[in-house]
């Protein structure tokens, strides 16, 4: 996590084009992994290897820049997050009542509210609809949108889904356990299990 800071530094335009060059990388490794046929072990290795170099960036990045740097550059679910995101019905919206005062600036950790942001009123495509920027503006000028519904509603509506899409997920997550009967490959078949190990 990154370490409360009073101002969170702007990260290097460079970073979209790591986050997706770590994206690529990701999806191509577990490819060829997967052709060569790597055993559970040299999988969970690397894998481990990748969680430690993110552990690394939080560290020595992150906490330094006060910005999730681990989120917006280097965590692939966080750029596949943050493009979906585009498509999403929820906006995070600056009113033109907005005095250019900064002080949301302070509160976004993600890399998406900074000067020339606010300026065109609109949070960068790293905004993550965290929210913590929202309380922050005392005269509401950024707020959750939704069509047809006010701020807070919209804004209410969101936390709700949020939430019960991680506890239905969590659910399904759950249910999806592998049996522990000791069955391989073929009895799996057998039976329509899908999580092969
Ligand atoms: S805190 Fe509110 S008024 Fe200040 S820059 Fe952000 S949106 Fe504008
Ligand atoms: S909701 Fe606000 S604080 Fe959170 S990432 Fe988006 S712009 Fe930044």
Redesign the pocket.
């Known amino acids: 996590m990154a370490q409360r800071r009073f101002r969170p530094s702007p990260l290097p335009e460079w970073r979209r084009s790591v986050s997706i060059a770590v994206l690529l990388g990701v999806a191509a490794t577990a490819l060829l992994l997967r052709f060569f046929g790597a055993s559970a072990v040299i999988a969970a290795s690397v894998a481990g290897l990748f969680g430690v170099c993110g552990i690394g960036l939080m560290v020595f990045w992150s906490r330094k820049a006060g910005v999730m740097t681990h989120c917006v550059t280097y965590c692939p679910i966080g750029v596949l997050a943050t493009a979906f995101g585009r498509v999403s019905p929820f906006r995070?919206s600056i009113a033109p009542s907005c005095t250019d005062c900064g002080a949301?600036t302070l509160?976004?950790?993600?890399?998406?509210?900074g000067k020339a942001?606010v300026l065109r009123r609109q949070?960068?495509a790293?905004?993550?609809?965290?929210?913590?920027?929202?309380g922050?503006c005392k005269g509401s000028s950024?707020e959750?949108r939704f069509a047809g519904l006010k701020p807070d509603a919209a804004r209410g509506l969101f936390i709700t889904l949020v939430v019960s899409l991680h506890a239905a997920f969590l659910g399904v997550a759950r249910l999806s356990e592998p049996c522990s009967a000791g069955c391989d490959r073929e009895d799996n078949k057998r039976c329509g299990a899908t999580n092969f190990r």
Do not use: F, K, N, W
């Open positions: 995070i949301c509160a976004c950790r993600y890399d998406a509210l942001d949070p960068g790293s905004c993550t609809l965290c929210g913590d920027c929202v922050r950024i959750y």
